[in-house]
Structure formats: C-alpha cells, structure tokens
C-alpha cells in the first residue's frame, strides 16, 4: 500500500517568512495530492490540491509543486501571518475505481512568530 | 451545498461502557462515508470506510464497528469502551464521482474514564 512520509514535523517562521512542508509517497500509481490545515480542536480543512497532470499549482499565499519522477510534493506558504499556525497534512491517493482513501502523512505543526 | 454533521460534539464516558456516534451527510447522494480516530496531538488514522449502504471496509482491527443504514447516515458503535479509544473522531465524505477529495465533519471529541 501508499506510504506517505512528511517533514519537518514541527516548523517555526518569522511572520512575513516563507514555509516549505515537504511529503514523499511510495506508490507511483498514486495521482491526486492535497494539503489539509487543522487548527486546534478543529476539523481539518482542504486547502490546496494538486493531481498529477500538472507540476504546480497556486492558490494566492499557498502553492503546491509535485514531482512525480522522485514521487515528492510540497507545500509552500509565502507572507506567512499568525493565523497560519496550525498542524498541516499531506495526502496521497491513487486514481481508478476502487480507489477510495487518502493515505494521510504525519502532520507538521507550524508556528509563525509575530 | 453539501453539509456534514456529527454528534454530540463531545461525550465523556466511563470505560466498559457502549459508544454511539453519528454522522450525516446533506446536499449529496450516494458519498463515500469514512471514519477516523485522532489521538491528542497525532494524526489522522482511518478506521471504516463505505461505497454504500450496508457495506463497510474496516482498515483496523478494535473493539469499534460501523454501520451505514441510510445512504447519509453513517454510524461508530462500540460495546465496550477502553481507555484508548479516547480521541477525536472525524467522519468524512466525498463524492462519488469525485472520490479523492474528502470533506471532514466537525469531529466528536470522546474522552473515557
């Protein structure tokens, strides 16, 4: 089965900085890639997705790049600002039917400094 | 728009004794229906999962089952708590024509005694 590792575990920025969250994933077969953010005592929230057709995509602050050749992902938050703090996860789930679950990493705490 | 539920929202329960939590689905038919457990500070561990009514897919072996009766309506049972089924449980859908991205509930925060 998929097996998604992600670092760091925690991260803390300056506001204003720049935070790199990086995932790899085992299976090739594996072609859709989001990014959740869960806020304490919160439900985690989809912020950004990205499938496998395409290398980048943007969503204002937050960006998404993947390379499936080295089968790695990350998430990019630019002008970061205190309501960034939260745990974010990534994710990764193959295509096709019977296809039905997310293979969730570990988490990484970030803390933006103000 | 589609909306998921979850309920109670938080429950305290004493160890030994039976669970029942709950979720629906509004503004979607036939959705993919997941459960996960959070233990403090952890991540996200997918307990059962279901295409439809009647079928679930469990991905752990415990002392927990679920059960989908309706086609919105999916449910986490339990006969006899433990002390580590303490957590924060989130159910999830997606669509079936979409069944990569999952939409989270607002969770159920157990904690046992």
């Known amino acids: 089965g998929e097996n998604v590792e992600q670092h760091p575990s925690t991260l803390s920025v300056q506001e204003g900085d720049s935070a790199v969250i990086k995932c790899t994933y085992s299976?090739?077969?594996?072609?859709?890639f989001p990014w959740y953010k869960q806020e304490l005592g919160k439900r985690p929230q989809l912020i950004i997705d990205i499938r496998s057709n395409v290398g980048e995509k943007k969503d204002q602050r937050i960006a998404v790049t993947l390379n499936k050749t080295a089968k790695h992902f990350s998430l990019h938050i630019t002008e970061t600002q205190p309501e960034d703090s939260a745990v974010y996860f990534c994710?990764?789930?193959?295509?096709?039917?019977?296809?039905?679950?997310?293979?969730f990493g570990k988490g990484t705490k970030l803390s933006v400094i103000p | 728009s589609q909306t998921i539920h979850q309920w109670p929202a938080t429950l305290v329960q004493p160890v030994g004794s039976p669970l029942s939590l709950e979720c629906t689905v509004e503004?979607?038919?036939?959705?993919?229906l997941y459960w996960y457990r959070q233990a403090a500070g952890r991540g996200l561990q997918l307990l059962f999962y279901?295409?439809?009514?009647?079928?679930i897919s469990s991905e752990v072996p415990q002392n927990l089952s679920a059960s989908r009766p309706q086609d919105r309506q999916f449910i986490l049972s339990s006969k006899k708590l433990l002390l580590s089924d303490s957590g924060f449980y989130l159910c999830?859908?997606?669509?079936?024509?979409?069944?990569?991205?999952?939409?989270f509930g607002p969770g159920t925060r157990l904690t046992v005694l």
């Open positions: 999830a859908w997606t669509r079936r024509d979409r069944y990569n991205e999952q939409f």
């Open positions: 503004g979607t038919s036939n959705p993919n």
């Open positions: 994710a990764a789930s193959p295509s096709g039917a019977g296809s039905y679950q997310l293979t």
């Open positions: 279901s295409v439809g009514i009647g079928q």
């Open positions: 299976d090739s077969a594996s072609n859709y």
